[in-house]
């Protein structure tokens, strides 16, 4: 929820002029040795998901593996239909969330 907050207000004050650049990790063997990557997926498709919601909907509640809102919440930015989110990685995850919910997407140099 902080997320959703911090990046709507800054969203506000620069008058629709931001983005949102979220990573998973950007290469495929990055997480893997911890056993992370399956974890982290998910949890960036969900926090994707919740942000996409707060941003567009009236009254979001949220009850999901890594977020969870208990009551009504309206976060709304500048930007009508939210803030652009752009998803950096080379996994196929990356790309997959960048079809299905995000903006843009940003190859990791």
Same mark, same amino acid.
Do not use: C
């Given at each position: 929820? *902080?997320? @959703?907050? /911090?990046?709507?207000?800054?969203?506000?004050?620069?008058?629709?002029? +931001?983005? +949102? %650049? =979220?990573?998973?990790?950007?290469?495929?063997?990055? %997480?893997?040795? /911890? %056993?992370?990557?399956?974890?982290? %997926?998910?949890?960036?498709?969900?926090?994707?998901? =919740?942000?996409?919601? +707060?941003?567009?909907?009236?009254?979001?509640?949220?009850?999901?593996?890594?977020?969870?809102?208990?009551?009504?919440?309206?976060?709304?930015?500048?930007?009508? &239909? &939210?803030?652009?989110?752009?998803?950096?990685?080379?996994? *196929?995850? @990356?790309?997959?969330?960048? @079809?299905? =919910? @995000?903006?843009?997407?940003?190859?990791?140099?």
């Amino acid at each position: 929820m *902080s997320l @959703a907050t /911090e990046t709507t207000n800054l969203d506000i004050l620069s008058h629709g002029w +931001l983005n +949102l %650049g =979220l990573s998973q990790h950007s290469w495929p063997d990055e %997480g893997v040795s /911890e %056993g992370r990557r399956s974890r982290i %997926g998910v949890r960036l498709k969900e926090t994707i998901t =919740l942000l996409n919601r +707060l941003w567009s909907e009236d009254e979001v509640s949220f009850k999901g593996n890594h977020h969870h809102l208990e009551r009504p919440t309206d976060v709304r930015p500048f930007q009508e &239909g &939210g803030i652009p989110l752009i998803v950096a990685g080379v996994t *196929s995850l @990356a790309v997959n969330l960048t @079809a299905t =919910l @995000a903006y843009g997407w940003v190859h990791p140099s």
